[in-house]
């Protein structure tokens, strides 16, 4: 796909405009350090969603799986801190990894991670309340229906 978008106007979208949504992110109980916060700018041909978080643990692959999810809260029980952030978004029913919910996995170096892409699987205002999860290990952009990206370990509510 070709959104039209060079690296000086992304550069320029996230240091001159405020995202049309974002989530702030808090790691789980079993990883309190992490945070950071995900933007959504509405964008010519889609949406621009740009991740920076802090404090990510140290793994030998250092690749986060990284996904958009269909609950709206960042609770969860014993077995599963963020179990109410549902299941990956996939308004289509679509296969992994060609579900709405499917983004390219966060790479962290120190434990710091940074992210941005265009994509057009998704408006905005649709994704409004729902959660983005950051997961233990990377996707196998296989397995279905989410990737065995492992546990949840951060997670965040979009809002506008």
Known sequence: M???LSPEQVA??????????????????AYPNIFGEVYFYNVQDGVLVVAVL??????????????????DSCTGNA?????????HYNPSDLPHPQHSGDFPPIIARG????????????????IVGKTVVIHSMPDDFTSQPSGNSGEKIACGIIRE
Do not use: C
């Open 54 to 71: 802090e404090n990510l643990p140290d793994t030998p692959s250092d690749f986060f799986g990284f996904h958009l999810h269909n609950g």
């Open 79 to 87: 077995q599963d801190n963020f179990a109410n952030a549902g299941e």
């Open 2 to 4: 070709n959104y039209k």
């Open 111 to 126: 434990g710091s991670g940074f992210l941005a892409f265009v994509t057009n699987r998704f408006t905005v205002p649709e």
């Open 12 to 29: 320029r979208i996230v240091m001159y405009y405020n995202p049309s949504a974002r989530a702030v992110i808090s790691g789980s109980i």
